[in-house]
C-alpha cells in the first residue's frame, strides 16, 4: 500500500518530462460538438426539416406552381372558377364542386387558395425574420451597453422594466392604427405596412434579450480574460466585439430563433384583428381572417392557413428548443 | 419586507404616470377626429365650438393633468357615490366615450364581468391542469407521459388562439353541433336548465384560454419539480424513511410551488392581453372587444382609459408577484 502510494509521484512525473502525446484526431470545433448534440434531440430535427420544407416551398413553390395568386377570373370563368372546393372533398362528397387545375380549390372571387397560401407564406415569413433581426439588433444592443457601461445600465434597465410594464397588444393595435397612413403614403400600402408592422414587433419585443445578455456581460466582465485584454488596452468597441460578443452568442441565438415564432404569431394576430395588411394582399393570418366569416360552407379555407401558421411556429420553437440544449456546456458533455 | 411593499407601491406611482404619459402621447397624435361622425349640416363654428366642449384642441400639458384629474380624482369619486351612498362627485365632469356619449367607467363596468368570467375560469382550470402533469412528468422524467406532455405543451404554444378557436369552432359547433359558437352574455343562470347552456357555452372560449395558459405554467412547474427533485433534502427525506408520498407531495413539491406561484401572479396581466382575440373569437362581449371596436371607431378616451387599465394590472401584478417570492422564500429577503 505505502509502496504504491511512493511509486506514484514518480510515476506522475516521468508522464510530465515525457513529451505529449501526439492528438490521432484533429480538434474538434465548438460547433461540431454543438451539432452533435443538437442531432440527438429528436424533436429539434424534425423541427428543422420541417421548417426547411416549408422554406422551400414557399420560396421555390411560386415559380413552380401554375396559378397565380392575384388572378380574378371574368365573366362565365367567375362562375365557374369560384368557390370550388379541394380536390379531397370529392373523396366523400361526389357532387362537391372540385376543379383539378386548383387542388385547394378557389376562394369566393375565384382566386387559387395554394397560390395565395403560398405567396402568402413569403410575406408571413419575411415579417418574422425582419422583426426577429430588429428585436435581436436592439435587444443586444441595449443589452452590451447596460452591461458594459455601468453609467448606462441603470437608464436602461429602467426603460426595459417600463416596456414590460405597458400593454402592448393594445399599443401596437393603436400604433397600426396611427401610422398606417402616412407610411402606405411614403412606401405605397404594401411596402408600408411591412415597414410598420416589422418596426412595431420588432420594437415591443427586445425586452427578454437585452436582459439575458446583460445578465451574461455583467458576468463575463469579471472574468480573467477581460482583465487580460484590459490591461493590454483594448478600446471598449474592440472589447465587446471580440471579446464579449462572442461568448454570449448562445443565448442570443436561441432568442433569435423563439423571436421568429413571436413575430409570426403578433403578425398573424394583427391581421386576423383586421389591423394587418391591406384586403388584397395576403398573409398566413389575413387568410384565416378573411375565411372565418364563411367557415362553416368552407373549413378548408380556415384550416390551411391556421395550419400552416402553427407548423411553422411549432418547428422553430423545437428548433430554439434543440438549440437551448446544444449550446449549453452543462448539457453538451453528458 | 412591508417596507419593500410599501417602497415598491411608492416606486410604481412615476412608472404608471409616466406610461399614461406615453399612452396620452401616442394617442395625442391619432388622425381620427370625433366630429366626423356628424351631419355635414352642421355649420363649421358650432362645429369648432363642439369640439372645445370635448376638450380636442387642447395642447398635451392641459389636457394630460386634466385627464389625470377627471381619471384619479372624479372617477373614485363616483365609483364611491355609487357604491357608499355619498355624494362627492356634486355633478362634475367624467371622462366620456365619444363614441356612446356616457361615461368611460360605466361602460367598462358593464363588460368585465364577462371578461373576468371567462379568463378567471380559464384561468383556474389552467392551473388545475398543469400543476399535475407538471408534477408527474418531472418525476417520471423522458417516459412516454413525460415525452407526450412535452408535445402536447409545445403544441399549446404554437397553435395561436384565433387558429385553435376556429377549429373547435368548426369542429364541436358547425359539425358536430354541440356546443354554441357565439358566447350569450344576455343569458341568465336560474336553475339547472340554464346552468347548463352557460356551461356549454363557456366551455369553448375557456379550454382555448386553458390551453395557452396550462402549456407554459406545466413547463415552468415541471423545470421546477426537476431542479429540486435532485436536492440533497430529498435524499435526507428518503433516507429517513418517509413514504415516496410524502417526499413528493410535501418536501418536493412545497419547494417547487415557490417560482411557480410568482409565475401564475406574472401571467394574469397577459391573460387579459390574449383574452383580446379569444373574446374577439368567440364573440364575447368583454373588455378585449370593447377596446377593439373602440379603435376601430376612434373613441380615443375609451382607448385611453382602457390601456391604462391593462398597465396598472400588469404593474401591480408585478409587485405581487415579488412580493410573493419574498414571502414564500424565507431566502429572498429585499431589505
Known sequence: ?334 | MLTYTIRRLVLSVPTLLFISLVIFLLLKLAPGDPMASQPLTIPPEVRERMREALGVGQPWYIAFPKWLYQFFVVEPMYFSDAVFGTDLAQGQQRVISWQTRSPVMDIVVQRLPQTLWVVGTAYVVAILIALPIGIYSAYRQYSWFDNAGTFVTMVGFSVPPFFSGVLVIVVFSVQLGWFPSIYDTTHRVVDWETFKVQLQQMIMPVMVLALQITSQLSRFMRASMLDNLNQDYVRTARAKGLSERAVVLVHVLRNSLIPVVTVIALGVPSIFGGAIITEQVFKVNGIGQLLITAIQANDLPMVQTLTFIFAVLIVLFNLIADVLYGLLDPRIRYD
Open chain 1, 1 to 334: 500500500m505505502t509502496d504504491t502510494r511512493a511509486d506514484q509521484p514518480a510515476a506522475e512525473s516521468a508522464v510530465a518530462v515525457a513529451p505529449e502525446p501526439v492528438p490521432s484526431a484533429p480538434p474538434r470545433s465548438q460547433w461540431a460538438d454543438v451539432w452533435d448534440q443538437f442531432r440527438t434531440h429528436r424533436g429539434a430535427l424534425w423541427g428543422m426539416a420541417v421548417f426547411a420544407l416549408i422554406l422551400a416551398l414557399i420560396l421555390v413553390g411560386p415559380f413552380v406552381y401554375w396559378n397565380d395568386p392575384k388572378f380574378v377570373p371574368t365573366g362565365r370563368d367567375f362562375l365557374e372558377l369560384r368557390d370550388t372546393r379541394p380536390i379531397y372533398v370529392a373523396l366523400w362528397d361526389g357532387d362537391a364542386k372540385v376543379n383539378w387545375a386548383h387542388p385547394l380549390g378557389t376562394d369566393n372571387i375565384g382566386r387559387d387558395t395554394l397560390a395565395r397560401l403560398l405567396s402568402g407564406g413569403r410575406v408571413s415569413i419575411a415579417v418574422g425574420l425582419a422583426a426577429m433581426i430588429l428585436s435581436v439588433v436592439l435587444g443586444t444592443l441595449i443589452g452590451v451597453l447596460a452591461g458594459y457601461f455601468r453609467w448606462l445600465d441603470g437608464p436602461l434597465m429602467r426603460l426595459t422594466d417600463l416596456f414590460l410594464a405597458l400593454p402592448l397588444l393594445p399599443l401596437l393595435l393603436v400604433a397600426v392604427l396611427l401610422f398606417r397612413d402616412p407610411l402606405s403614403g411614403a412606401f405605397g400600402p404594401e411596402g408600408g405596412t411591412f415597414i410598420l408592422i416589422v418596426t412595431l414587433v420588432g420594437v415591443t419585443s427586445w425586452m427578454q434579450t437585452a436582459r439575458i445578455v446583460r445578465g451574461d456581460i455583467l458576468a463575463l466582465k469579471e472574468r480573467e480574460f477581460v482583465l487580460a485584454a484590459r490591461s493590454i488596452g483594448t478600446k471598449p468597441s474592440k472589447m465587446i466585439s471580440r471579446h464579449l460578443l462572442p461568448n454570449v452568442m448562445s443565448p442570443i441565438m436561441v432568442s433569435a430563433t423563439l423571436g421568429i415564432a413571436t413575430a409570426i404569431i403578433t403578425e398573424s394576430a394583427l391581421s386576423f384583428l383586421g389591423f394587418g395588411f391591406p384586403p388584397d394582399f395576403p398573409t398566413w393570418g389575413k387568410l384565416l381572417f378573411d375565411a372565418v366569416d364563411r367557415m362553416e360552407l368552407y373549413p378548408e379555407r380556415v384550416l390551411w392557413p391556421g395550419l400552416m401558421i402553427s407548423l411553422t411556429v411549432l418547428s422553430v420553437n423545437y428548433i430554439g428548443d434543440g438549440l437551448r440544449d446544444a449550446l449549453d456546456p452543462r448539457i453538451r458533455g453528458r
